[in-house]
C-alpha cells in the first residue's frame, strides 16, 4: 500500500468547464475541493467549448492555498472522454488532477497512468465507482495505479444501474465495497453528494453515516452545504489532542505497541491518529491563509 500524504477532503463543489467566471467563486466558498465539470453538467454540443476554457485556466500558475483543483474529464470510453484526455496531454500546464468517471476495470486508469508519465505530467488521479462492473472491479481499480489519491462513490448512478432507491440503506453495501477497496489502497473515499437542499437536516444525517461508515468527505451541490460538511468531516478537538497524545506516547516508548487508558495501540492505529493530526494541521494552516 502506497503512503499517501493526508490532507481535508471533507466537501468538494463542481463548476462548470463553461462558465470560468464561477471558478474563483468556486474556490472561495471553503470546501477542500474544487471540481471542474466536462462530464454530465455540460451539453454534448457545449463540451469541446467547455474544455477549451477549462483547461486556460491552469494557464496561470494555482495559488498554494490548500484547495484541492480537479477536472472531471468525460468516461475514458466514450469519444468526449479521448478527445479531454488528447487535450491535456497537450498542454503544458495540465491540471493538477483528473476526475474519472464511470470507471468498470483498472485498464482505464494504467492506460492514462501511462500516457500522463509519456507526456511527462505529474497530474494526479480521481475515480469515481458509480457502476456495477466497477464496483466488482473496485479493489483492483484502487490499486492498480499509483496516481490514484482518491475514490468517489456515484450514488445516482449506483442506483439507476443496480436498480434501487437512492438512499442510504438500499446503498450500504455498494457504499462498503468502495470503503473497502480505497482502504485497501490508502485512498480517501468521498460520498456522493446530498440532492435535497431543503432538508440541511437530512444532509447532516447522510453526511454522519458516511463519516462512519469511513468516507473522508461529502460532494455538495450548493455553496451552502460546506459549512455543515466540513464540520461534520473535521476531527474534534478532543481526537486531535488524543491523536497527538498517542503518537508522543508510542514514540516515547520506541516500541511496537503502547497501553493507553487501558486500550492496547498498534501500529495500525497509530498510522490514523497521524492521519488526523496531519489534516488537523493542513486545516489550522489554511484557516491563517
Request: glycine share 6%; hydrophobic share 45%; proline share 7%.
Amino acid at each position: 500500500m502506497t503512503e499517501r500524504p493526508p490532507r481535508p477532503r471533507r466537501s468538494f463543489i463542481f463548476t462548470p468547464g463553461l462558465r470560468p467566471d464561477m471558478y474563483p467563486k468556486a474556490l472561495a466558498c471553503g470546501t477542500d475541493i474544487v471540481c471542474i465539470e466536462l462530464e454530465d453538467g455540460i451539453a454534448p454540443k457545449d463540451k469541446a467549448e467547455a474544455r477549451e476554457k477549462a483547461l486556460a485556466l491552469f494557464a496561470q500558475p494555482q495559488a498554494d492555498d490548500g484547495i484541492e483543483r480537479i477536472v472531471r474529464i468525460n468516461s475514458m470510453r466514450e469519444r468526449f472522454g479521448i478527445e479531454d484526455v488528447q487535450a491535456v496531454l497537450a498542454t503544458l500546464t495540465p491540471p493538477p488532477a483528473l476526475m474519472m468517471p464511470k470507471v468498470r476495470t483498472p485498464d482505464e486508469v494504467v492506460m492514462l497512468d501511462q500516457l500522463l508519465t509519456e507526456a511527462g505530467h505529474a497530474t494526479r488521479l480521481h475515480v469515481i465507482i458509480e457502476t456495477n462492473a466497477g464496483l466488482e472491479a473496485a479493489f483492483d481499480i484502487a490499486n492498480c495505479s499509483d496516481r490514484i489519491d482518491a475514490m468517489f462513490f456515484g450514488g445516482v448512478d449506483m442506483a439507476a444501474e443496480l436498480r434501487c432507491q437512492n438512499a442510504w440503506e438500499p446503498l450500504l453495501y455498494a457504499r462498503s465495497r468502495v470503503v473497502h477497496a480505497a482502504a485497501s489502497a490508502g485512498l480517501d473515499v468521498i460520498d456522493v453528494p446530498y440532492l435535497d437542499l431543503q432538508d440541511p437536516d437530512g444532509m447532516r444525517v447522510a453526511a454522519e453515516q458516511a463519516r462512519d461508515l469511513g468516507f473522508a468527505g461529502k460532494g455538495a451541490v450548493h455553496p451552502k452545504q460546506i459549512a455543515a460538511l466540513n464540520d461534520v468531516f473535521s476531527p474534534s478537538e478532543e481526537q486531535i489532542a488524543r491523536a497527538r497524545r498517542i503518537i508522543s506516547e508510542f514514540e516515547a516508548a520506541d516500541t511496537g505497541l503502547v497501553v493507553i487508558d487501558g486500550k492496547l495501540i498498534e501500529k495500525p492505529v497509530l498510522r490514523d491518529m497521524h492521519r488526523i493530526v496531519a489534516i488537523a494541521d493542513s486545516m489550522a494552516g489554511a484557516a491563517r491563509t
